[in-house]
């Protein structure tokens, strides 16, 4: 089987589907035993820039020596130089590929020492202006360019500026401007025109979405495209033949990339004389920006009705992601958390999820302060750990997998014995602190529809606030008790509970034993304490804490655990013995109520758990497995 990276610098771009999706296609066609592995990061100038060192750490997942090749797709990064850390994190990448020994392919922006696919940008941009000039005759002309330090970007630009000085246009430095590829930068380009007085013949965008920012400016002072302007884009993506204006561009029949990069990746594994540069196919498309009839529109209503099936498809996925994000926050586990984004993703026929993590996130008491960087981390800033563990795992049609297994700092590569699967790799972190990340199997969808940042930052936040709750419950355990004991019952309090019961767990499961835990909630204290007052409801409460005391086996831990809450850890091998004991405490109860002289027996609900020496758990998750379990037992007395 052979192992393909694929290093993608997102940013949210708009022809990453349509990449991926030709290397699907040219896979499966091929019949080749290939797995695609995708390492995803959304960079952006405009984001923070500790939101970029966290994202750009997902490229040092991988140890780029165990493929067989790399794709490398980074082109958003070099949209602002002062970026350092999304810069710093692409410049890894590429260097670790160079470093492996693998065949690599640059794909759009070139780089030394490596393969070459992509368009050929100066013949493209070139027909662009050849058009303008000699067969509308404009000679007047201004352009909107992308992010200075983009390889494509340099050569659109150079092919303009020759085609100006060799025909004798002008063509200064003022006529050029040069920001990035998003709309913004078209809205930004035209104010700045506009401010200087006067319009150009045409506007030369090197991209839709710059051109698109340019007419929608125009627009907004008053101006007509193509009345007062023309305009010409870049690209020719979904929008630029729907537009108003439809916009002129160039066609880089986006499927053809991906099919090149597989094509040329095998044959250079077959030993061929792959050439170093391969150009894929271009097309000049004119359509309205620049006067002309739109020809594409003759497809319409194919078009559009393609469109609206395919939004019907998707509009239950739009509906289960807004579900999910509402619902993240308030996730009382892990599960509870992967279970939410699986029935999100399952919508889109998505395989599978994998959710990697780091272990230091389960030990409580290790407070992340995320605000400030002057502290010794509890996180890496840079890279993962070896404390990386599988934590979830499902896969569509299956039984979700919640056992833990260490993974270790590296992307892991047996994912999987079938040919055409592809694994997407997107980083999980807060703010600069390396967290972990997803892995999606074999759903370019979530691709297509431009929804993977959507996921990953709606899943982040779920975690965040997950992983708070807990240790701000955990601070508060450990401040509401002054001593090891409680005064009212006499059973250790929480304080006990961290130091005895923590130590118990270790010692027991380092020799391979089990503990049982029982975790128990009395029902109605409140309505005793509302109608015979707090010290019959203090008497309720020692009844129950009597019973644990002398109905537990010899070497338990019993710990009031606060109000009407208990815990016990307790020696037992087996569910008969755990239940037996569960037996003898209710029927306590009545006893320890005549002892006391009360007229009612206090009625409890009890969830249990038995630890597993071989599995990964903490005491704390045990804990909280027994302490769901009860309320599941509360929820069906209340039903």
Known sequence: MKKLLYVLDDGMRKFTYEWVE??????????????????????????????????????????????????????????????????????????????????????????????????????????????????????????????????????????????????ALPCEEGRFHAESFAVESGVHAFEYLHRSGSLPQAVICANDEIAWGVCRAAKAAGYSVPGDFNVTGFDNLEMSAYLSPSMTTVDQKRWNMGKACIDAMLGIWRGEDVPKVIYTPTELVLRETTGHVDTYQDNNNEYVSAVL???????????????????????????????????????????????????????????????????EPALPMEGYSDSM???????????????????GRTLPTDTSDQAGEIHLFVPLHFKEYTVGYLEIRNCPEVMRLRSVSTIVNALTQGLRTYFNRRDMRY????????????????????????????????????????????????????????????????????CVANALKHDLPQGSIPVR???DEFLALLPVEDQ?????VIERIQAALPAEAEKAGIAYVPEISVGHVITDPSSSHTIDEYVESADNLMYQQKRKKHA
């Open 475 to 542: 601070v508060n355990r450990m401040l509401s008790g002054l001593s090891m004991t409680d005064n009212l019952t006499g059973l250790y309090n929480r304080l006990g509970y961290h130091n005895l019961g923590h130590r118990l767990f270790n010692e027991v499961s380092n020799k391979g034993g089990h503990i049982g835990i029982l975790f128990i909630d009395m029902d109605r204290l409140k309505e005793i304490n509302d109608t015979l007052g707090h010290a019959s409801g203090d008497h309720a409460i020692c």
């Open 561 to 563: 655990f606060g109000g």
């Open 576 to 580: 008969e013995a755990m239940e037996a």
């Open 309 to 375: 099936q395919r939004d019907a498809r998707t509009s239950e996925f739009r509906y289960k992601l807004n579900e999910l994000q509402y619902q993240l926050p308030d996730c009382e586990s892990i599960r509870e958390i992967c279970q939410a984004l699986s029935k999100c993703l399952a919508t889109l026929d998505c395989k599978g999820i994998r959710l990697v993590l780091d272990q230091k996130l389960f030990e409580t008491g290790k407070m992340i302060d995320l605000n400030t960087s002057t502290q």
């Open 22 to 167: 030709g290397m699907r296609r040219s896979i499966q066609q091929a019949q080749e035993d290939i797995e695609l592995f995708i390492v995803r990061a959304d960079t952006y100038a405009g984001f923070s820039p500790r939101h970029n060192r966290g994202e750009c750490n997902i490229y040092r997942l991988p140890d780029y020596r165990d493929f067989d090749g790399i794709l490398l797709d980074i082109s958003n990064a070099f949209q602002n130089e002062a970026n350092e850390y999304a810069v710093r994190g692409v410049n890894y990448a590429i260097e670790a590929a160079r470093a492996s020994g693998k065949p690599v392919i640059s794909m759009a922006n070139a780089f030394d020492g490596c393969h070459y696919v992509g368009i050929d940008n100066y013949a493209a941009m070139t027909s662009v202006i050849r058009h303008l000039h000699e067969v509308m005759g404009l000679t007047d002309f201004w352009f909107a360019m992308g992010p200075a330090g983009n390889s494509e970007n340099q050569t659109r630009t150079r092919a303009l500026k020759d085609y100006c000085i060799s025909h």
């Open 389 to 407: 563990e599988l934590v979830y795992s499902w896969t569509n049609g299956q039984k979700a997998n919640l056992n833990r297994k260490k993974v």
